[in-house]
């Protein structure tokens, strides 16, 4: 897959990925014995979950959950220029 189509696949769900449980969500990996802040980070759920299939064995017991990046303005307009396809690879 070249950088484009990346971009391309990632703007596609970004705009078509379930986002009613939140305002700009986050995708976030924890492991439920670990008490600490989340260790992995994620713009959409299947990445997350692509990610936990990928490393299970390294995991223990891992969830996802979902946080807001709301007041984020980085993060925020990032996702916006993501989710316009406004950023072209060159």
């Known amino acids: 897959m070249t950088?484009?189509?990346?971009?391309?696949?990632?703007s596609d769900l970004l705009?078509?990925?379930?986002n009613s449980g939140t305002n700009e969500p986050m995708y976030?990996?924890?492991e439920t014995d670990v008490s600490s802040n989340p260790r992995y980070a994620f713009?959409?759920?299947k990445a997350a979950e692509e990610f936990v299939i990928r490393n299970r064995h390294e995991l223990d017991n891992p969830y996802?959950?979902?946080?807001?990046?709301?007041e984020?303005?980085?993060r925020t307009r990032l996702r916006?220029?993501?989710m316009t396809?406004?950023?072209?690879v060159i």
Do not use: M, P
């Not at 396809?85 to 072209?88: E, I, M, N, P, S």
């Open 80 to 82: 916006k220029i993501l």
């Open 15 to 18: 705009r078509t990925q379930d």
């Open 64 to 70: 996802i959950y979902v946080a807001s990046g709301w």
């Open 85 to 88: 396809r406004k950023l072209k």
């Open 72 to 74: 984020n303005e980085e």
């Open 28 to 30: 976030l990996v924890k």
């Open 43 to 45: 713009f959409t759920r």
């Open 3 to 10: 950088d484009q189509e990346f971009i391309d696949n990632l």
